[in-house]
């Protein structure tokens, strides 16, 4: 039995890609039941690596059921319907103009279930673009990060969508937030929670918008801190010699001390490079000083110097490297999934308990796989549920849809 604080709890994703199906990922691993409405083309991360799922799909929808619903058609939007009924929570990141299209706007779902959670992460939240689309790389390029992340001179994206996990993280904070109100006092505005990629940047944003103004209030004009790599001489990646990356944390006067007597060098004492604002005034000097003293050791012996006397330091991983680490494989840090015949260890969502809170390990869902057995446990006939697929509105899993195996051999 699960002692996960959302055990017995029911959400609904109408999600693709990556925030909504990220929100619902970390409520899953709280206990929650997560049925994933995909329309019959499926969410597009199933088709996104060699024409089968991608690493997006196996991280974050382990642990959820699939229906297959085309909201297209009106016996499709029943279906909907039935599930939003029997729900505690809604989470979706359609475009508003879609949701109002497809029958799922705020004012639709409160229709059906007065008292459901309706979770709508959107590009924009209220406002004078309320409507306009937005994805990870435009918060990016409309909240200031885009312009100092530079490749070859061109403002180009993180990588990583970070602002579409932030989004879905605020979105699970918001549903725990309206889970947590008294249901006797709680009013239709407590149970609607709104999350704009947009504002989700601004607010990550934060600490750098707030120092350009500190600036301009101090200088009179809107100076930039320097990028966070380069603020602090010493902290960074350096090269060993056996030609891997260390990465040292050096923030305070504190850690300079004591990586110069892990490393037996005299600058610790040396009252020029005494504080922060004197080391950076001296930048290639001591720039000089660590590359120099980190190049003369290989990086095994290396680490275990630097943090036998307190340094923080740590290898640059490669990804396919990551988890061999033995910190990885604690208890509750890493679940085992299985999908297609394939293994994976894949990253839990960060809690206490994790390994003893009896979330149930359920391997990604092929498309529509749960089709049937959901719609049967709301109480719906054989002949209805046979209807309902005759339809096309309410479609189930065809088995061998992908012979993802075949694909692997010729690839």
Known sequence: MSTAPLAGRR?????????????????SQLG????????????????????GPSGTFIAYSHGKKSVCLDLSKPEGRDALYQLLAS????????????ARKLGVSRADCERINPKLIYCHIRGYAAGPQADDLASNPVAEASTGVMEANRVNGRPS????????QFAGTYAVIGILASLLRDPKTATPEDRHVEVGLYETGLHVASR???????????????EREPHGEFAMPGYGAYLTRDERWLYLLMLTDGHWAKFCEAMQLPYGSDPQYATLRMRKKMREQVEDIVKNAIAAHDLDSLGAMLKANGVGCTEVLPLERVLEAEQAHQPGKLRSVEFRGLAFDVPEFPRAGAASDGVQTIAPAELGE??????????????ALQAMLKSGGVQAREPDSFPWAAVRETA
């Open 370 to 383: 749960h089709t049937q057995e959901i719609f049967q446990s709301l109480g719906v006939s054989d002949t």
């Open 11 to 27: 959400v609904i994703e109408l999600g693709s890609m990556l925030a909504a199906p990220f929100a619902t990922h970390i409520l």
């Open 157 to 164: 994206r993180l990588g990583p969508s970070y602002h579409d």
């Open 208 to 222: 750098d918008l707030v120092a350009v103004q500190l600036k301009t209030h101090l200088l009179g004009r809107p």
């Open 32 to 51: 929650a039941e997560v049925i994933k409405v995909e329309p019959p083309n499926g969410d597009p991360t199933r088709a996104l690596v060699r024409g």
């Open 87 to 98: 729900a505690d929570a809604l989470v979706h990141n359609l475009a508003p103009k879609a």
